[in-house]
């Protein structure tokens, strides 16, 4: 092997075609030296995984739905393309599993993304985590087969990236012990933070998805408007950096310029700012420990001229202050919340259920639902199975 093909890292995309996988595509083509894309998935979009698979030549194609794996085998055999199509879960852990990859870009939204994000932690591969409900529903598991098999996890989240960015190099011996009190954890806020709170009964999907400062796939765009997104990023920072509940401190800051900030005993605090623009993270992650171009603009900080933060008030957005008593109960109430919030939002986005109907349905599935302590992961699996169907029950006894 030559030098030069030495250095170049196997990457496999899973959600390639999502908002996130978009963005990592796009970074890795500006540094076509340093990556050889193995594999890309994605749910269903044949069409997009399709066009991604003339770009990029990866070895395989994984589609999740069986239906849809075949409609793209029949594209690519059309195309002459050597492409090989695999489907199902199976096929989505296979990728992130084998043995030419080094990377796995885990950007599966929900909890879909567990179990190939699991697959790729016990093959021992860097994972690139956006996929921030495996975590919260999985939390320990997680982080233990991380450890179990020398794992590396870098944060895609813009807030832990920039916290990881701010801590120092040994914060896993314990944040007390490097001197970090807190974890500033940054919020814009969503497009409803000033809205009057009488109001947000009918606010559409069209309304809530239209975010002020980032462009995102439609789940997270909703979980940013009701403030699920920090209440998932709370727990998220919490095993991803040891930190307990109360180091962390919410803090709502518009201009999303500031993405997170961590603050030591000494009073210093260190912040990571830049452009929100989530090639940002994607390179940092994918070039780590070298600082790679993303294709992000230099932050103007005279256009920007000023910098406002304020607490967040749980009572607009009450799914934060369902996520903090969900990270306090521990067990299984984080995968509950998130399995209620994930049905909740998608009837939501179908126009089924109303705006502040969301934190309704998952404040009563973990009223429902006995907390228990995760096990292992079939037992979580049907944890999650299990909240779907109190969370779908509750929709469908609503919307009747
Ligand atoms: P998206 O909806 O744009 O894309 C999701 C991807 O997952 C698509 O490729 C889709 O095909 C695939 N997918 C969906 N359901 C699947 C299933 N059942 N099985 C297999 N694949 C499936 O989402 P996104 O905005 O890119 O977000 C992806 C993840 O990254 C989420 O966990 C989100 O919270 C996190 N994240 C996103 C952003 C952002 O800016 N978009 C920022 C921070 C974190
Ligand atoms: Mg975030």
New binding site residues.
């Given amino acids: 092997m030559s030098e030069m093909s030495s250095t170049v890292r196997g990457i496999t995309i899973l ?7 978009l963005s990592t595509l796009d970074v890795v083509a500006r540094h076509p030296e340093r990556f050889e894309v193995i594999a890309l ?3 269903s ?1 044949v069409e997009r995984l399709f066009e991604q698979c003339q770009s990029y030549r990866p070895k395989y194609a994984v589609m ?1 739905n069986p239906d849809a794996a075949e409609q793209l085998q029949s594209k690519l055999d059309a195309s002459g393309s050597e492409t090989e199509v695999l489907s199902g879960v199976e096929g ?1 852990e296979r990728v992130a599993s084998l043995d030419e990859v080094d990377d796995v870009m885990a ?4 909890a ?2 567990l179990r190939p994000s699991i697959a790729a932690a016990r093959a021992g591969k860097r994972i690139l985590l ?4 495996a975590l919260v529903m999985a939390g320990d598991l997680f982080m233990a087969e991380v450890k179990a098999h020398d794992a590396v996890l870098l944060p ?3 807030e832990h990236n920039a916290i990881f960015q701010c801590m120092p190099k040994n914060y896993a011996t314990g944040l007390s012990e490097v001197g970090v009190a807190h974890i500033l954890l940054t919020a814009s806020g969503g497009p409803f933070i000033d809205r009057d709170i009488a109001t947000l009964e009918s606010v559409t999907p069209e309304e809530a998805v239209a975010h002020p400062n ?1 462009s ?5 765009s909703v979980d940013s408007a009701t403030m699920m997104n920090k209440g998932l990023e709370v727990i998220e920072a919490c095993w991803l950096f040891g930190a307990s509940a109360e180091q962390i401190q919410v803090v709502i800051h518009p201009q999303s310029v500031i993405h997170s900030m961590v603050q030591y005993i000494d009073g210093s605090v260190l912040a990571q700012l830049g452009n929100p623009d ?1 090639r940002t993270p994607i390179a940092h992650a994918l070039g780590y420990p070298q600082r790679i171009k993303s294709g992000v603009d230099h932050l103007n900080i005279f256009d920007i001229a000023r910098f406002d933060f304020k607490e967040p008030d749980m009572q607009r957005f009450p799914c934060l202050r369902l996520a903090y008593e969900a990270l306090t109960a521990g067990g299984t109430a984080p995968a509950i919340l998130n399995a209620a919030n994930e049905l909740a939002v998608e009837a939501f986005l179908q126009g089924r259920l109303g705006f502040m109907e969301i934190s309704t349905i998952v404040e009563k599935s973990l009223e429902q639902l006995a907390v228990s302590p995760v096990t292992d992961l079939g037992a979580l699996l049907r944890v999650d199975a299990e909240a779907r169907d109190v969370a779908k029950e509750l929709i469908e006894r609503r919307t009747k």
């Fill in positions: 959600g390639s075609t999502g908002s996130i996988g998935t994605a749910n979009q999740a989505l950007a599966i939204v929900g879909a993304g956006a996929n921030k409900e895609i989240d813009s980032w995102m796939g439609r789940k997270i989530m």
